[in-house]
């Protein structure tokens, strides 16, 4: 059986999106990249090939991951409930080592965006937080060592 991947719709539909535009625009962006650096003669000792091809083998990779991810995801239905931690749910936290508070917003691992606060539920402290309550306590294992929070609210 394939992985699965859970997305909100709107995260699907922006992968959707992305891969549409990896698939269009940039790749013929990068082509014509690599069409110009070819013109400027000798391929050995040109910087500017080099740097286009590997653009190129990277967006092929991400087109195929991404295209991987489409074909196996998972649509999440948007929930209002809010007697448990699910994906979609927004959960502010108290840190107790930290000793403050933070909102995450858990998503699936197409979404997830650690300058957003949106973490994965595939994530140490999304792993912990899904099916828990307002009040309880999780511990979240790191790196670091295991960690403590505590769920004040879920949205």
């Not at 828990?132 to 790196?143: A, E, K, R, T």
Request: aromatic fraction near 6%; hydrophobic fraction near 35%.
């Amino acid at each position: 059986m394939a992985d699965q991947f859970f997305m909100t719709k709107k995260g699907y539909e922006e992968a959707v999106e992305r891969l549409k535009y990896l698939q269009t625009v940039k790749r013929v962006e990068i082509v014509e990249r690599i069409s110009e650096a070819r013109d400027h003669g000798d391929l050995s000792e040109n910087a500017e090939y080099d740097a286009a091809r590997n653009e190129q083998a990277a967006n092929e990779g991400e087109i195929v991951e991404l295209d991987y991810k489409i074909k196996n995801a998972k649509i999440i239905e948007e929930n209002d409930d809010t007697s448990s931690v699910h994906i979609g749910s927004k959960v502010t936290v108290y840190d107790f080592d930290l000793e403050e508070t933070e909102v995450y917003e858990i998503t699936g691992t197409t979404e997830s965006n650690a300058m957003e606060n949106k973490i994965s539920n595939e994530s140490p402290v999304g792993k912990a937080l899904l099916k828990h309550q307002v009040g309880d306590v999780v511990s979240v294992s790191s790196p670091d060592g295991v960690y403590k929070l505590r769920i004040d609210n879920i949205a």
